[in-house]
Nanobody
Framework: QVKLVESGGGLVQTGGSLKLSCAATGSIFNIDAMGWYRHIPGKQRELVATITRDTLGKITNYADSVKGRFTISRDSAKDMVYLQMNSLKPEDTAVYYC?????????WGQGTQVTVSS
């Protein structure tokens, strides 16, 4: 069974950058796609970015709201998934989670809080 642990969140000013990390215990190498999601209180959890596994070409996709600012990547040898976030905006403030895509309910972790101040 895979357990996912997110880290790297914090408080940053508008225009700043953060890099989130997702460490998997258990191999994610053969999982078709991994994703980053975010949850803003009072709203539905939102898919931010996805990346396919190595043998499917590491194809990435992004929500329109983050396209051009966020970059998802994975290091399958280390069972890690990353989210580089640049040009952060206050509306990016949320708890960020990684999970498979589509998400596996039992894999939701605690997430990591990202707060962007204006």
């Amino acid at each position: 069974q895979v357990k996912l642990v997110e880290s790297g969140g914090g408080l940053v000013q508008t225009g700043g950058s953060l890099k989130l990390s997702c460490a998997a215990t258990g191999s994610i190498f053969n999982i078709d796609a991994m994703g980053w999601y975010r949850h803003i209180p009072g709203k539905q959890r939102e898919l931010v970015a996805t990346i396919t596994r190595d043998t499917l070409g590491k194809i990435t996709n992004y929500a329109d709201s983050v396209k051009g600012r966020f970059t998802i990547s994975r290091d399958s040898a280390k069972d890690m998934v990353y989210l580089q976030m640049n040009s952060l905006k206050p509306e990016d403030t949320a708890v960020y989670y990684c999970n498979t895509y589509p998400p596996t309910p039992m894999y939701w972790g605690q997430g990591t809080q990202v707060t962007v101040s204006s």
